[in-house]
């Protein structure tokens, strides 16, 4: 019989909102979606189009960048190509500044913050469409179009495109965590679409109606989801395109990889605040589901692993379960050392130790996010961390 103690009673409340933080939540998504079955009316159209590509210091990834937009499937009298340079010190505004008799135009900014950068960006774009790419975003050729026909349906505010992550160079195993997670985070978003809308976009490939932009009014938050979601603040859809590609390596360190996501999470986690009307179900409907349990609770799900793992070793004398199970999490952890420790090495590529590694390095940033925004704490400058070639 499960113990009624205040620490069964924290083990099962644990055990419950871990559960259902994953398996729970995927399992309520595919229902409604079944159920709801929202399609985009697609269509083959060409809106004028003002891709923004904000920088910081991209010497690197610049040139290769505007290549490839240079390069898309898109009419050219059709598409506007802006770069914001967010105070870059390095060679960013020379060799922007070489493309600018093929109609690259660069706008230089003191150093603000990537959310000024934007802002200003927006005002000067002509296109009726925005689109948002990262710097060393490599997008498919057709990537514009495959945004753009979903641009059809008039409930459509803005569209995400499908962020794939390359093999990369020289890499430990974070990266290969990471490509997993996304991968899981792709089949998400597609069923989340067919419920009405993703949570949110991602910063490598995302597309907004221009009258929909609404820039965001803290610079401490995630600048792709503050302004992605002021569409469905609106009453708008926002929808996720599998088929418009946008190529990336992922970080390739685990400090790098660490660093970062405990500056997006902590910046999630305040644009969540920021965006705080849309957790309302009896107005945004299913979505405030979606956004409470994909941005919210499974940045909470560190505290219950950690009320998870004290309840059972604090229950471990009484019954064999709860032994069991304070064994069991103590193997994962120590599981996820091990895969720390090989993360560079080649035994550290299976998957019974880099999951382990990966889930506990998401999980750790996490909790240092939540901590932050609770003590106040804010990341206003972004640092971008993937320079170089993905080519």
């Given amino acids: 019989m499960p113990d009624i103690s205040f620490s069964g009673l924290a083990f099962w409340l644990s055990v419950g909102l871990i559960v259902y933080?994953?398996?729970?939540?995927?399992?309520?998504?595919?229902?409604?979606?079944?159920?709801?079955?929202?399609r985009v009316q697609q269509q083959p159209i060409t809106?004028?189009?003002?891709?923004?590509?904000?920088?910081?210091?991209?010497?690197?990834?610049?040139?290769?960048?505007?290549?490839?937009?240079?390069?898309?499937?898109?009419p050219a009298g059709r598409l506007e190509i802006i770069v914001a340079s967010d105070g870059s010190d390095d060679n960013t505004h020379q060799i922007v500044a070489s493309y600018a008799q093929r109609?690259?135009?660069?706008?230089?900014?003191?150093?603000?913050?990537?959310?000024?950068?934007?802002?200003?960006?927006?005002?000067?774009?002509?296109?009726?469409?925005?689109?948002?790419s990262d710097a060393n975003s490599m997008y498919?050729?057709?990537?514009?179009?495959?945004?753009?026909?979903?641009?059809?349906?008039?409930?459509?505010?803005?569209?995400?495109?499908?962020?794939?992550?390359?093999?990369?160079?020289k890499a430990d195993t974070t990266s290969e965590g990471e490509g997993l997670y996304w991968s899981f985070d792709k089949w998400?978003?597609?069923?989340?679409?067919?419920?009405?809308?993703?949570?949110?976009?991602h910063g490598a490939i995302y597309a907004?109606?221009?009258?929909?932009?609404?820039?965001?009014?803290?610079?401490?938050?995630?600048?792709?989801?503050?302004?992605?979601?002021?569409?469905?603040?609106?009453?708008?859809?926002l929808v996720f395109e599998s088929e418009a590609i946008a190529y990336e390596e992922p970080t390739a360190s685990?400090?790098?990889?660490?660093?970062?996501?405990?500056?997006?999470?902590?910046?999630?986690l305040r644009g969540v605040l920021l965006r705080r009307r849309l957790l309302n179900p009896w107005r945004y409907g299913f979505y405030s589901v979606v956004l409470f349990s994909h941005k919210v609770l499974r940045r909470l799900v560190p505290i219950f692993?950690?009320?998870?793992?004290?309840?059972?070793?604090?229950?471990?004398?009484?019954?064999?379960?709860?032994?069991?199970?304070?064994?069991?999490?103590?193997?994962?952890?120590?599981?996820?050392?091990?895969?720390?420790?090989?993360r560079g090495h080649r035994l550290g590529r299976l998957k019974f130790l880099y999951l382990p590694f990966f889930y506990c390095l998401a999980n750790a940033a996490a909790f240092i996010a939540v901590m932050r925004v609770l003590r106040g704490k804010r990341v206003e400058r972004w640092q971008p961390q993937r320079h170089g070639s993905v080519a």
């Fill in 208 to 237: 907004i109606r221009r009258t929909l932009y609404q820039p965001p009014a803290s610079a401490a938050v995630t600048d792709d989801f503050a302004i992605s979601t002021a569409v469905i603040a609106q009453g708008h859809r």
């Fill in 21 to 38: 933080s994953y398996g729970g939540f995927t399992l309520l998504t595919i229902i409604v979606a079944h159920l709801r079955q929202r």
């Fill in 103 to 132: 109609g690259v135009r660069l706008m230089s900014f003191p150093r603000r913050g990537k959310i000024y950068a934007l802002k200003d960006a927006v005002a000067a774009a002509s296109g009726e469409i925005l689109v948002f």
């Fill in 254 to 268: 685990a400090a790098l990889e660490f660093g970062r996501k405990v500056r997006i999470m902590t910046r999630g």
């Fill in 47 to 74: 809106p004028s189009v003002s891709l923004i590509i904000p920088v910081w210091n991209e010497e690197r990834a610049i040139a290769e960048r505007l290549d490839n937009a240079l390069a898309l499937d898109y």
């Fill in 140 to 169: 498919k050729s057709d990537a514009l179009r495959m945004l753009m026909r979903n641009f059809a349906d008039p409930e459509v505010g803005g569209v995400c495109g499908n962020q794939v992550y390359l093999k990369a160079k």
């Fill in 188 to 201: 998400l978003k597609n069923l989340e679409s067919l419920t009405g809308s993703i949570v949110s976009a």
């Fill in 305 to 342: 692993l950690l009320v998870l793992l004290a309840a059972s070793w604090a229950l471990s004398g009484g019954q064999r379960f709860y032994l069991g199970a304070a064994v069991a999490q103590t193997m994962f952890y120590v599981l996820a050392g091990v895969g720390y420790l090989l």
